[in-house]
Nanobody
Framework: QVQLVESGGGSVQAGESLTLSCISS????????MGWFRQALGTERELVAA????????HYADSVKGRFTISRDNDRATLYLQMNALKPEDTAVYYC?????????WGQGTQVTVSS
């Protein structure tokens, strides 16, 4: 199956920025929409941002609009999430996701911790 590996998480102060990357391997993901999800302690996993296969249509959760930017580089098989003006409520494990033929593939997650 496809393998997704996230990187770029870490611990930052409120107002700072991080860029997450998700590198795929095992198959070409360029024909499929992808998304970033996050899951904080004690919460359900929620969609943060999504992008279509071409990269010209994006969707963002209301909580991150204007602060986060999702993008992709299909030649490098990489999905990105640029996160600016981070807030403590952004603290979560962030996962990249792709659904192919009704199968959901997840990365291992990368921890983002934002302190006030």
């Amino acid at each position: 199956q496809v393998q997704l590996v996230e990187s770029g998480g870490g611990s930052v102060q409120a107002g700072e920025s991080l860029t997450l990357s998700c590198i795929s391997s095992g198959r070409d993901f360029s024909r499929y929409s992808m998304g970033w999800f996050r899951q904080a302690l004690g919460t359900e996993r929620e969609l943060v941002a999504a992008i279509n296969w071409i990269g010209d249509t994006t969707h963002y959760a209301d909580s991150v609009k204007g602060r986060f930017t999702i993008s992709r580089d299909n030649d490098r098989a990489t999905l990105y999430l640029q996160m600016n003006a981070l807030k403590p409520e952004d603290t979560a494990v962030y996962y990249c996701q792709v659904i192919i033929l009704l199968q959901t593939y997840w990365g291992q997650g990368t921890q983002v911790t934002v302190s006030s």
